[in-house]
């Protein structure tokens, strides 16, 4: 038998080959399929992958091909008499899932099986950018199925990961399991080289200069789609770094009565920490709470005396995210419009 499926400028195009013997099921298929406009094809299927609810987010692709090869072999018609091998490739997509923007996915992965399927080279991952409010880049993903397990629900090893944020890398500190039958699933991710003058700068309204390089150990657990981490850390590296702050006029109108704040400020005029450390937890709600810990002094009050004190912060991560990444895309917008 020979089969081909295509659409009229062949950007989509599928070729079945092979043999059968009817009467025990037996015979050998091989299947090519190639995508050499994925945005022409995702525009197409979209719609038609939510209908019915196959696809529960919106989806735009600007740019990408796909490649697909199997080799079956049937030896019956029941699906344990099957097997089958394939190959698949992304290369160069681009464009945004359920508002999350992406640059130059490249995917290749080779594995075996019907209902059940194991990995036969690891299946690696790599995205230029990705901005799900904060700009992730060089990304690098590389996982295994190292013995046969259901598709619906995957066991699935996490061999590596990495990715550069805030000036530095965030990276899987250890290979870990990855069970979606599981409730849950945990792992510890490593940060290093971070600089505090990019995640300050998170806070776009306030008024505030920092330098510094940090390191720290963030352990996650997602659940529901929902990410935690539970007794993470970060602290700056030697000689340490400084903060400078400019509180707006609320906050000085609070520290006329609250002398340990007025105190907190001025010492955060210009503050030059020899250790900067912090507890960092992130709850379901996405509610982000940070320990806070300075040693250090300012140079220009008391005499440059050595002070030590804490910071409580807190931040719900839902809404600045959301509004960084509307605040990126109006900035995209404008600069479109300017060219």
Do not use: C
Not at 218 to 230: A, C, K, N, S, Y
């Amino acid at each position: 038998m020979t089969l081909r499926v295509a659409d009229a400028t062949e950007s989509v195009r599928a070729d079945l080959t092979g043999t059968l013997n009817p009467g025990i099921g037996s015979g050998t298929y091989a299947l090519g399929a190639r995508i050499d406009d994925l945005p022409y094809a995702a525009s197409t299927a979209t719609p038609l992958l939510q209908h019915f609810k196959i696809l529960e987010h919106g989806m735009a692709i600007s740019a990408g091909k796909v490649k697909l090869t199997t080799a079956l072999t049937s030896t019956g018609f029941e699906l344990d008499n099957w097997s089958q091998r394939s190959q698949l490739s992304a290369n160069n997509v681009s464009g945004n899932f359920n508002n999350y923007a992406f640059d130059n996915l490249n995917l290749t992965a080779d594995w075996s099986g019907i209902t059940r399927w194991k990995t036969l080279q690891p299946l690696q991952v790599s995205v230029a950018t990705f901005n799900p409010g904060i700009t992730v880049q060089d990304i690098r993903l590389q996982l295994s199925l190292p013995m046969a397990t259901p598709i619906a629900r995957p066991h699935v090893r996490i061999d590596a990961f990495a990715a550069k944020v805030f000036g530095g890398e965030l990276a899987l500190a250890d290979a870990s399991l990855w069970d979606f039958s599981a409730a849950g699933n945990s792992a510890t991710l490593t940060a290093s080289g971070w600089q505090l003058g990019e995640l300050v700068a998170l806070q776009k309204k306030a008024d505030i200069e920092a330098e510094g390089t940090l390191e720290g150990a963030l352990p996650i657990t997602v659940v529901d789609g929902r990410v935690t981490i539970e007794s993470g850390y970060l602290r700056a590296l030697p000689p340490g770094g400084h903060i400078r702050y400019r509180a707006n006029e609320s906050t000085l109108a609070l520290a006329n009565n609250n002398s340990e704040l007025a105190l907190a400020l001025d010492l955060l005029s210009d503050f030059q920490y020899q250790i900067l450390s912090s507890e960092v937890q992130l709850d379901k709600a996405g509610t982000l709470l940070l320990g806070l810990s300075l040693e250090g002094n300012n140079p220009g009050l008391y005499e440059g005396q050595a002070v030590r004190f804490n910071i409580n912060v807190e931040q719900n991560l839902d809404p600045l995210l959301q509004s960084l990444r509307i605040g990126d895309k109006l900035e995209q917008r404008i600069e479109d419009g300017m060219q």
